[in-house]
C-alpha cells in the first residue's frame, strides 16, 4: 500500500513539474530537450575590480585608513566604504623581517586582491567600487610560519584627493 501511495505521490510530482516547464523543439536544440525558468530574476554577482598601480600613494586629511600594524602569525584591520561609488586607493608596505601574504576582501568576503609581499616590498592597488559594495573592507595578513610580522596600511579616497 505504502509504494502505491509513494508511485502516485511522485507521479503527481513529476505531472506538475513537467507542466510548469517549457519545452523547445527538439528539432531546434537536440540537446535540450526541456527547459526551467529560474525563480531567480536579479541576481547580484561581485567582481573585483581592481588593478595595482606604480604611483605612491598620497596621504591627505581625507584618508580612510592609516596605521602600522605589528602582530604574531595572523593580524587584520578594515576601513569602511561608506556606499559612494569611486575609487579608493590602498597601499600596504611590508615593514617586518618575514615574507607575509596578504589578502583584501569585500563586505560579502570576495577576494578583490591577494599577493606574497617580501620584507621591504610595498603594493598600492585602485580598487573601483559600487554602490552595493559598501561595509567593511578587511585586510588579512600572516607569516608562512607563524612569526611576528608588521606592515603600513593606508587607503584613500581617490576621487576626493586626485
Known amino acids: 500500500m505504502k509504494r ?17 516547464c517549457s ?10 530537450i526541456l527547459t ?29 585608513l592609516d596605521q602600522t600594524i605589528v602582530f604574531t602569525g595572523q593580524g587584520s584591520i578594515f576601513f569602511e566604504e561608506k556606499g ?10 611590508n615593514i617586518g623581517k618575514r615574507a607575509l601574504s596578504y589578502t583584501l576582501k569585500s563586505p560579502t568576503k570576495t577576494v578583490w586582491y591577494s599577493t606574497t609581499l617580501a620584507p621591504g616590498e610595498e603594493v598600492t592597488t585602485e580598487n573601483i567600487f559600487k554602490l552595493k559594495q559598501a561595509g567593511e573592507w578587511y585586510m588579512y595578513f600572516s607569516t608562512s610560519d607563524g612569526s ?5 596600511v593606508s587607503a584613500i579616497d581617490a576621487e576626493t584627493n586626485f
Open 23 to 32: 519545452y523547445q523543439d527538439s528539432t531546434e536544440r537536440s540537446n535540450e
Open 4 to 20: 502505491v501511495l509513494l508511485g502516485a505521490f511522485l507521479a503527481l510530482v513529476l505531472m506538475t513539474l513537467l507542466t510548469s
Open 36 to 64: 526551467v525558468e529560474s525563480p531567480i530574476e536579479h541576481a547580484y554577482v561581485e567582481v573585483p575590480n581592481v588593478r595595482v598601480i606604480e604611483s605612491p600613494i598620497h596621504m591627505s586629511s581625507s584618508n580612510i
Open 84 to 93: 559612494i561609488e569611486g575609487k579608493v586607493l590602498v597601499y600596504v608596505k
Open 148 to 152: 611576528a610580522g608588521s606592515v603600513t
